[in-house]
Nanobody, 117 residues
Framework: QVQLVESGGGLVQPGGSLRLSCAAS????????MGWYRQAPGKQRELVAT???????NYADSVKGRFTISRDDAKNTLYLQMNSLNAEDTAVYYC???????????WGQGTQVTVSS
């Protein structure tokens, strides 16, 4: 059974930081491309950042220079360090695991991030 469990969300003031984690089980984590996506109220889910099995990263323009995606294959865990948060970052953040050769694609349940004073 595949499980992706996000944690680390919460309420933070503008300019603050949060670190999200996604603990994966039931998959060969090191072989998967991993990503963070977010969905704000009334908006479509959007890509935040991705990291390949080889460690190459990609970021949405809106978070470049502020967010850092990383992975620890020994711990089967994905991270998202978020700095200089602003109200536009308020959303539910979802962890994604994808293995393209076999078309596998999994989602976590999401964690709420709220940026407000």
């Amino acid at each position: 059974q595949v499980q992706l469990v996000e944690s680390g969300g919460g309420l933070v003031q503008p300019g603050g930081s949060l670190r999200l984690s996604c603990a994966a089980s039931g998959i060969m984590f090191s072989m998967y491309a991993m990503g963070w996506y977010r969905q704000a109220p009334g908006k479509q889910r959007e890509l935040v950042a991705t990291i390949t099995s080889g460690g190459s990263t990609n970021y949405a323009d809106s978070v470049k220079g502020r967010f850092t995606i990383s992975r620890d294959d020994a711990k089967n865990t994905l991270y998202l360090q978020m700095n200089s948060l602003n109200a536009e970052d308020t959303a539910v953040y979802y962890c994604n695991a994808a293995y393209a050769p076999l078309g596998f694609n999994y989602w976590g349940q999401g964690t709420q991030v709220t940026v407000s004073s």
